[in-house]
T-cell receptor
Framework: GNSVTQMEGPVTLSEEAFLTINCTYT??????LFWYVQYPGEGLQLLLK?????DKGSNKGFEATYRKETTSFHLEKGSVQVSDSAVYFC????????????FGSGTRLLVRP | DGGITQSPKYLFRKEGQNVTLSCEQN?????MYWYRQDPGQGLRLIYY???????QKGDIAEGYSVSREKKESFPLTVTSAQKNPTAFYLC??????????FGPGTRLTVL
């Protein structure tokens, strides 16, 4: 079946540290891949996306590259800030007519000053 | 001010009662979705609608019902048949591409 697996959290880092959150997927066909961010008590915000192999999505210093050969879409940031503390969700869309999203379980990031 | 609104932000329900969660959008998006989020878990799809007067079940539709009488509105009713309704409910929309945009959510608690 189609699924997304994320590394378990929480991930705790000091400010200005390098961030990696791993995401791998299983899918039939050729999905689009997404990272969403959720701040406490809020809905999800689109962080970045990629639609084909070797595409790199980027936004606000975050990056992720669509790796078809390893079925991965790892999220990275070179220098995290306290304000990056949130829950990060990796998701895929099968790009069928429904455009349904399949989500990973989320990874909580805590950044300490 | 464009966007997706969900109301109420917090909702309390007694066991055995039906409750309806509101989702309204002024983005002129065709498709709308309802997801449920439980602590420490990802989002799971309840129902979705791609056009007015049509909707499909998602992965966890049992105990829920929806309607889509207007393009702007996609209310979700949590019925008494839903065994464990306490959760955070999120509405999303898309204009036909695969990028979904989310509302702020409604937190439902069963007393």
């Amino acid at each position: 079946g189609n699924s997304v697996t994320q590394m378990e959290g929480p991930v705790t880092l000091s400010e200005e540290a390098f961030l990696t959150i791993n995401c791998t997927y299983t899918a039939t066909g050729y999905p689009s891949l997404f990272w969403y961010v959720q701040y406490p008590g809020e809905g999800l915000q689109l962080l970045l996306k990629a639609t084909k192999a070797d595409d790199k999505g980027s936004n606000k210093g975050f990056e992720a590259t669509y790796r078809k050969e390893t079925t991965s879409f790892h999220l990275e940031k070179g220098s995290v800030q306290v304000s990056d503390s949130a829950v990060y969700f990796c998701a895929l869309s099968l790009r069928d007519s429904s455009y349904k999203l399949i989500f990973g379980s989320g990874t909580r990031l805590l950044v300490r000053p | 001010d464009g966007g997706i609104t969900q109301s109420p932000k917090y909702l309390f329900r007694k066991e055995g009662q039906n409750v309806t969660l509101s989702c309204e959008q002024n983005l002129n998006h065709d498709a709308m979705y309802w997801y449920r989020q439980d602590p420490g878990q990802g989002l799971r799809l309840i129902y979705y609608s791609q056009i007015v007067n049509d909707f499909q079940k998602g992965d966890i539709a049992e105990g829920y019902s929806v309607s889509r009488e207007k393009k702007e509105s996609f209310p979700l009713t949590v019925t008494s048949a839903q065994k464990n309704p306490t959760a955070f409910y999120l509405c999303a929309t898309t204009s036909g591409g695969d990028t979904q945009y989310f509302g702020p959510g409604t937190r439902l608690t069963v007393l």
